[in-house]
């Protein structure tokens, strides 16, 4: 009979994107949609070994832990989300060897606890499940989802509490770099909210587009999806300049900023018989 792997005493959810890569540390008793003790940031290699996934990890482990006031030699537990396909092995075994347990990778096999409506749900990227997963916890049902990142991600929750699906598109950082290699005049630029849609400078106009742009296009699909829907539904917003974002647009939306670590912890604690020891 298999010995059972004892809880891990916290839980580290790393969200690996194609610009950044985020880490938050949970409590390992902690409830289903607890506040991280701590979040760190950290810029997405290019390229990236299983030792220097191990020495990452056990280096943000320690600046966290030490933080939040907690023991980093305690056992713990990780759960990785990774949209960039040539980095997930070696997060994985990098992982594997910084914790001693297998890491939780999300994709096909993890219980999500929620119906996947999507015509081949192996094709939905883990952190867009991570975010509707926290979303539904969050909001209930109906309920969207904007993540604002390296794309630019909104995910309906239906009223049955199911995962319907969503819209991807580029995001605001991949705009303005398309912009300005097009155009060889146009200069870098702060992706800042402007205080006018006429912009005055060269600088002005290119926020205004960029930016205004960006908050007129995500309250236009926000109708569309709401009309799919057949009803208003509570939105909550994440990523990249969050918070400036939605403080601009037409729909009411609650910010969080820690959404897609938040999904990953829930898909950690739905999944007790994946946790086993690293090689099991």
Not at 243 to 254: C, D, N
């Amino acid at each position: 009979m298999q010995q059972e792997t004892k809880a891990p005493g916290f839980v580290l959810a790393i969200d690996c994107g194609n610009t950044s890569t985020s880490f938050g540390l949970f409590a390992g008793d902690a409830d289903a949609m607890a506040e991280p003790l701590g979040t760190f940031e950290s810029t997405t290699p290019k390229r990236l070994s299983a030792d220097e996934a191990r020495m990452k990890t056990l280096q943000i482990l320690s600046l966290l832990a030490q933080d939040a006031g907690i023991d980093a030699k305690a056992p713990f537990g990780t759960i990785l989300s990774c949209v960039v396909p040539s980095l997930t092995e070696s997060w994985r075994e990098g992982l594997a060897k910084a914790s001693g347990l297998k890491p939780l990778v999300v994709g096909p096999g993890l219980k999500s606890g929620m119906r996947l409506a999507y015509k081949d749900p192996s094709e939905i990227g883990p952190d867009r499940l991570a975010d509707a997963v926290a979303t539904r916890a969050l909001l209930g049902s109906p309920a969207i989802a904007v993540d604002f990142g390296t794309t630019l991600n909104i995910e309906a929750i239906g009223q049955d509490g199911s995962f319907l699906g969503g819209i991807i598109a580029p995001g605001v950082a991949l705009g303005a770099r398309a912009l300005r290699g097009a155009a060889a005049r146009l200069p870098e630029i702060e992706l800042a909210v402007p205080a006018h849609a006429i912009g005055t400078t060269t600088k002005e106009a290119m926020q205004s587009g960029l930016i205004l742009g960006e908050i007129a296009r995500v309250d236009g699909l926000l109708d569309a999806v709401m009309a799919e829907l057949g009803t208003a539904a509570p939105i909550v917003v994440t990523g990249d300049g969050a918070a400036s974002l939605a403080a601009s647009m037409r729909h009411e939306a609650k910010v969080d900023e820690a959404l897609t670590l938040k999904g990953l912890h829930l898909l950690y604690c739905a999944n007790p018989k994946f946790q086993g020891r690293a090689g099991k």
